[in-house]
């Protein structure tokens, strides 16, 4: 399978712990983005890399959260001293990057809940 | 303000019956326009994308949607609705320079009756 996988699928966690979660892209695909999506909402951008370069950020992103792309593959995103607030999906998607007009592939989403 | 509005929470169609969900935007310029369906415990699903050209775009699973500008509306079709189709529709819109930092709408979920 060569879909964008997500890793865990499932976390429960306590308020203040630090969780991580991982995403791996299509292999070709230089492009990865974050979004949030919590219970009855569409998806809200978080970040996005090209490579291993994190270009935007989004406001939602509080300094609590940080996200990495290494060596431009996998990425990762910490959520430290997790809130309730912090509860949601958290999915991933890739794209090949090649222009404007690339689709973006997600993932199954990483669903966390904290106590 | 950028933004995607899904008029309808929830709708509930019976099988067979035709379907049609709403999507309007609010963007500065065209911007690249998708729709994309979501199964429960399932990411996100590229149903079809409207880049420029015909305004009429096919998509899978037997879905269409047609772009008007003059309406800022970009509406999901499809003829003939199946019990799999039962799911959540999001509409989203990105730049035309690239399609990152896509806003997506609230969503409109889908029931299907016998």
């Known amino acids: 399978d060569t879909g964008v996988s997500q890793d865990p699928r499932h976390k429960i966690t306590k308020r203040g712990q630090n969780v991580t979660f991982r995403c791996d892209p299509i292999?070709?695909?230089?492009?990865l983005y974050w979004y949030r999506q919590t219970l009855g909402q569409g998806p809200e951008f978080l970040t996005y890399f090209q490579n291993e370069a994190q270009l935007e950020k989004s406001r939602l992103l509080s300094d609590r959260f940080s996200a990495e792309r290494p060596k431009g593959s996998f990425s990762t995103l910490e959520i430290q001293r997790t809130e309730q607030g912090d509860s949601a999906m958290y999915l991933c998607?890739?794209?090949?990057?090649?222009?404007?007009?690339?689709?973006?592939?997600f993932g199954p989403g990483t669903r966390l809940l904290v106590l | 303000a950028q933004s995607v509005t899904q008029p309808d929470i929830h709708i509930t169609v019976s099988e067979g019956a035709s379907l049609e969900l709403r999507c309007n935007y609010s963007y500065g310029a065209t911007p690249y326009l998708f729709w994309y369906v979501q199964s429960p415990g399932q990411g996100l699903q590229l149903l079809l994308k409207y880049f420029s050209g015909d305004t009429l775009v096919q998509g899978i699973k037997g879905f269409e949607a047609e772009f008007k500008r003059s309406q800022s509306s970009f509406n999901l079709r499809k003829p003939s609705v199946h019990w799999s189709d039962a799911a959540e529709y999001f509409c989203a819109v990105a730049p035309n320079t690239g399609g990152f930092k896509t806003i997506f709408g609230a969503g409109t979920r889908l029931f299907v009756k016998a």
């Open positions: 292999s070709e695909h230089n492009r």
């Open positions: 998607a890739s794209s090949s990057g090649q222009g404007a007009r690339e689709t973006q592939y």
